[in-house]
Antibody, heavy 117, light 109 residues
Framework: QVQLVESGGGLVKPGGSLRLSCAAS????????MSWIRQAPGKGLEWVSY????????NYADSVKGRFTISRDNAKNSLYLQMNSLRAEDTAVYYC??????????WGQGTLVTVSS | EIVMTQSPATLSVSPGERATLSCRAS??????LAWYQQKPGQAPRLLIY???TRATGLPARFSGSGSGTEFTLTISSLQSEDFAVYYC???????????FGQGTKVEIK
């Protein structure tokens, strides 16, 4: 069955960096678009970024553009999110999600990122 | 950016009753609208896509309707497992950015 498992979250100081990973299994990863979506504590969902199946197209929310970079390694069935210049408002659970066409139909369980001094 | 507005923020319903949730888009999203259910501590679960198509395995008591700017999720007879937060999401003009509504919490009356 489809499994998406995020890792790499944790506590980081403002201005710091963190790299999230998402390990995929149970489907042909290279056939699917992938996305990161986040949820601040007690708040709603916010789309962060997505990447095409062949790694040649990416898009970002304005709130993270220039600070976050999405990437993937189809040989390793893995998705990544490099987060730089982190701010307190980036504190959230980060979910990875997969789809052939939107909307995303499979989601991981999320990894918590806390930005605090 | 397309703004999605859900109402009400909280809906109190007795088990077995009907629940009607609304989602409004600030501009037309055609039928590019999805609904998700989220329970505490869990990831969102896709319920409806294309405004009215049920995801695989979704019970028939869930139905979606609407197009353009006005959408509705109806749960015909609430079961105990349906008490959760529901989000709508637009994905119009893919790959332009997606946006989500702020959520409707369906609670036990």
């Amino acid at each position: 069955q489809v499994q998406l498992v995020e890792s790499g979250g944790g506590l980081v100081k403002p201005g710091g960096s963190l790299r999230l990973s998402c390990a995929a299994s149970g489907f042909t990863f290279s056939d699917y678009y992938m996305s990161w979506i986040r949820q601040a504590p007690g708040k709603g969902l916010e789309w962060v970024s997505y990447i095409s199946s062949s790694n040649n197209y990416t898009n970002y929310a304005d709130s993270v553009k220039g600070r976050f970079t999405i990437s993937r390694d189809n040989a390793k069935n893995s998705l990544y999110l490099q987060m730089n210049s982190l701010r307190a408002e980036d504190t959230a659970v980060y979910y990875c999600a997969s789809f052939r066409m939107p909307p995303p139909d499979y989601w991981g369980q999320g990894t918590l990122v806390t930005v605090s001094s | 950016e397309i703004v999605m507005t859900q109402s009400p923020a909280t809906l109190s319903v007795s088990p077995g009753e009907r629940a009607t949730l609304s989602c409004r888009a600030s501009q037309s999203v055609s039928s590019n609208l999805a609904w998700y259910q989220q329970k505490p501590g869990q990831a969102p679960r896709l319920l409806i896509y294309g405004a009215s198509t049920r995801a695989t395995g979704l019970p028939a008591r869930f139905s979606g309707s609407g197009s353009g700017t006005e959408f509705t999720l109806t749960i015909s007879s609430l079961q105990s497992e349906d008490f959760a937060v529901y989000y709508c999401q637009q994905y119009n003009n893919w790959p332009r950015p997606w946006t989500f509504g702020q959520g409707t919490k369906v609670e036990i009356k």
